[in-house]
């Protein structure tokens, strides 16, 4: 017996530990390569062989690839066809192979030995197969024994071999995918949450502006945003990114940040709209855009200026429940650069009155029904109509609950927005100065007083008189949020100003327990205690004072009168 084999140097003597040996390295390293290189040096000595090699086909299947040897000489990255050498025919027909003289067979590739200077002289070959699948093939070159011939013995256990090693293999791809998928999904949930917190925080009743997002898949391609400005406006906007996955939601999220950071001080639509267009055309990925409606409400005057690139026509829904789409005026974003810095894409003037203004995805209208149909606009239209009576977040989640009752995946992400009009708060003569909702929050005020001076001064308010009535509406906001909110910060208040001749007409609307105007009384100046001189500073500035039946009679509703126009005595 060669004194070199395994048996006599006292390594692994038996086959089944050498399967042992190699399944425990699998299971236990992390990596892959390592592992078949130390797989390949056990079989090459187990078997007694000068050196071997483990060849796998590549993803197209036209390669072999040499991922490990050990010997004599080191070919780990040689490639050869998947269809050349010993090796080749052994992959291609699935079965081992012993060549006693590699003289004598024409199928033997002696490029190998040209380039290396090694001698070949016999070759035990096995593929590497797991049920109908083959990976590749090990390799073993010259048998170190008297005779230098290996045995049909030595196929057998190589054959064994290499099935073992075949599986260990396959079961290392699995967890190596499984383990990337995790990443993935990671990654995914990661960015799907950072995609939630663009989206605007849920306003309360009777705030004008709700959406929702449902997406198809982990993210979205779809979005929408509402933010209120300084003078009492909301900017709003609901967009879909063209294609689907992470390149969508990466889009998503840059032009959705692009509105809101642009949006604060570019306030015309049309305008706004055409520096996004410019942005995304600088560094979209080629092919990609994005359809958008971009508007701003002014709830004073009730009234909506719009753009729309390439979007869903959104719909009108006025008080007696007819509907108007509002065609898209310009491409979407992304497609086409504009030559002008100034350029704006066209805009669309809107009177609310008492209707409501719906913007969608296609998502909506192409979301499937129970019956494979898709749902249209007329599906949206009948479904807002039949209910006309619920809030108008309410008639969002009905949209949405009819296409979930499918019970069917959603082809598309679903998002919608509602603009509504304005209902009265109080009573609705004289001219609109300023209407604003804002959260009962005392930082909040600071705003309110800078709407409010601006909608006096437009209405030519000597500085003393707005002085006096910007208290005034101060105390009486400070009022609602400690008193009949408790400072509970999620409450909601209404401020409208109008003009009626001399008059300045002011109404306060809040949503806390309705409260007894007769329990609401100023003290004395002269009494030390606190509490009082905020309702006794609204009485000595404002000419007229009253609580009215508040709409729905719910909350409260105060209205304060002031005349202007009289020279101070």
Known sequence: MDKSAPEANGSVTRPLELIATMAADFASSRDLETTLSRAVARITRHLNAASGALFMLDETGEELRCHACYGETDITGLVLGAREGIV??????????????????????????EQTGFTTRSILCAPLTVRDQCLGAIELVNKLSDDGKFSEGDLHLLQGLSSSAALAIVNARQSEALLKQERVNRELELAAEIQRSLLPRARPEPFPVHGLNLPAGVVSGDFYDFFELDDGRICFTLGDVSGKGINAALLMAKTASLYRALGKTIHEPGRLLAVINNEICETATRGMFVTMVGGVLDP????????????????????????????????????????????????????????????????????????????????????????????????????????????????????????????????VTGEGLLRVNFPSRPHELRKVRWAVSRALASADCAEDEMRDMILAISEACQNIIRHAYHEDPNGEIVLELRRDGDRIIVLLRDFAATVDPSEIKGRELEQLQPGGLGVHLINEVMDETAFLPPPGNSGNLLRMIKRIGRKAS
Do not use: M, W
């Open 300 to 427: 004073g005057k009730n009234r909506v200026c719009l753009a729309n690139a390439g979007h869903e026509p959104p719909l009108y829904q006025n008080g007696a429940g007819d509907f108007q789409a509002l065609e898209a005026q310009a491409p979407p974003l992304g497609i086409l650069r504009l030559d002008r810095a100034d350029q704006a894409l066209p805009e669309q003037q809107l009177s609310l009155e008492e209707g409501s203004l719906f913007l969608f995805s296609d998502g909506v209208t192409e979301g499937a029904l129970e019956d494979g149909a898709t749902f249209r606009v007329e599906g949206i239209k009948s479904l807002l109509t039949e209910n006309a009576c619920l809030p108008p977040a309410d008639r969002l989640n009905a949209v949405v609950a009819r296409l979930r009752r499918a019970n069917k995946p959603l082809r598309d992400d679903v998002t919608l927005l509602v603009v509504r009009g304005r209902e009265s708060i109080g009573e």
């Open 88 to 113: 080749g025919r052994c992959v291609q027909g699935r079965r081992g192979e012993i060549v006693h003289d590699v003289n004598e067979d024409p199928g033997f590739y002696s490029g190998v030995d």
